[in-house]
């Protein structure tokens, strides 16, 4: 089983990732990335409001790697 600081830090580190962007795994990486925290959410490894910050993080970081993508985007 793996412990909620592994959990939180390869989640953050996936979200850093998709908030890079990436033309062709943007998409499919969101939907890992989503089935990933609900199923751990699922597993009762986290909360339910937790699960709710993580999702929305994980959209809004989608959102910034679409925009960098397109070249409408900006670097921190």
Avoid at 47 to 61: C, D, K, M, P
């Amino acid at each position: 089983m793996i412990n909620h600081q592994l959990f939180y830090q390869r989640v953050e580190r996936d979200l850093a990732r998709l908030a890079a962007g990436g033309e062709d795994s943007r998409e499919s990486f969101l939907f890992y990335l989503l089935g990933y925290i609900e199923g751990f959410h699922e597993a009762g490894s986290i909360s339910g409001n937790e699960s709710g910050r993580l999702i929305q993080q994980a959209h809004a970081a989608g959102v910034t790697g679409k925009l960098k993508a397109d070249g409408k985007g900006w670097s921190a």
